[in-house]
């Protein structure tokens, strides 16, 4: 390496240690792509609060909903990338929504820096109490006696409360006919109704329902079974083996952001997810605290992303 190479070298990595020990001294910006009080608002929060104290510096979350999260995360893909503006990214608008739409204003795996998982949880297989069945077993037999006799609600044609239960029939074999609606919150009201029957419904707005009886869970939906419902078995050990969907969100900024800013950042996001009182508030609405490295959330959205593709194209799924 030559004298002037190695100087221009030597200078970058003091810059980029000095914007570590230095950032921030100013307040930084949180984006949430979704309106206030949902998964990902929660979420934003609870991080916003916890980096403020550990910054000294303000973190404002900026709520930016809209286009299924795809105006606040083209907000973020556009942005200086000098660790003053981070995004609340949520498995919809990082893996599906590649998955499901040919173009959209930003691109996952090149527009973002990942810096850790936040949380993980999955969802609940969700019965209207009318419904004649108490585990997964009993729901297939009433499934496959009546071909279309059973309806579920979701929050609208491409969202993860129907691609989930799509996996699920085509996983399992049964024919169970779709009812979107304009939302997740609208389509559990007429579940509690007895308008429809069956919803995989995120644990976030179905735990309390499900807890009061108003609903019956059947099952959950991840891998292993959750603290939040400890008796509800998977469906993966109900029966339907190897399946597996979770919600899940992590925090991410602009691509090409300082490896020491993301360092910075990261080190007290791992120190913020691993405190019991963290865990506790998050467990409560249903979800686990992850804290992975970048590289390892970055390699998970690959796979989510690889996952759901699959699942649209071999079910013809399509946006509306």
Known sequence: MSSSHFAVALTA???????????????????????????????????????????????????????SG????????????????????????????????????????KDFQAITQTTSGPQVLALF????????????????????????????????????????????????????????????NDLLAGQVQIMMASLLPALPQVRAGRLRGIAVTSAQRTAALPDTPTIGESGVAGFETTSWHGLLTPAKTPAAIV???????????????VKALFLAQGMDTVGNTPSEFADYIRGETAKWTRVVRALGIAPQ
């Open 13 to 67: 990595l003091v810059f980029a240690a000095g914007a570590g020990a230095a950032y921030p001294d100013k307040p930084v910006r949180l984006v949430a792509p979704f309106v206030a009080g949902g998964p990902t608002d929660i979420v934003a929060r609870v991080v916003a609060q916890h980096l403020t104290q550990a910054f000294g510096q303000t973190v404002v979350v900026d709520n930016r909903g809209g286009a």
């Open 129 to 188: 109490p009318g419904v004649p069945a108490k585990t997964v077993p009993e729901l297939l037999v009433l499934a496959r006696a009546k071909p279309g006799g059973l309806n579920y609600a979701s929050g609208g044609t491409g969202t993860t409360t129907q691609l989930g239960m799509e996996l699920f029939k085509s996983m399992a074999g049964v024919e169970i006919v779709h009812v979107p609606y304009k939302g997740t919150g609208q389509a559990l």
């Open 70 to 109: 795809a105006i606040g995360c083209e907000i973020v893909a556009r942005a200086v990338p000098d660790g003053y503006t981070l995004m609340i990214g949520s498995s919809g608008n990082l893996a599906v929504a590649p998955a499901l739409f040919a173009r959209l204003p930003y691109d996952p795996a």
């Open 263 to 277: 360092a910075r950042v990261h080190a007290e996001m791992v120190k913020m997810l691993n405190q019991p009182d």
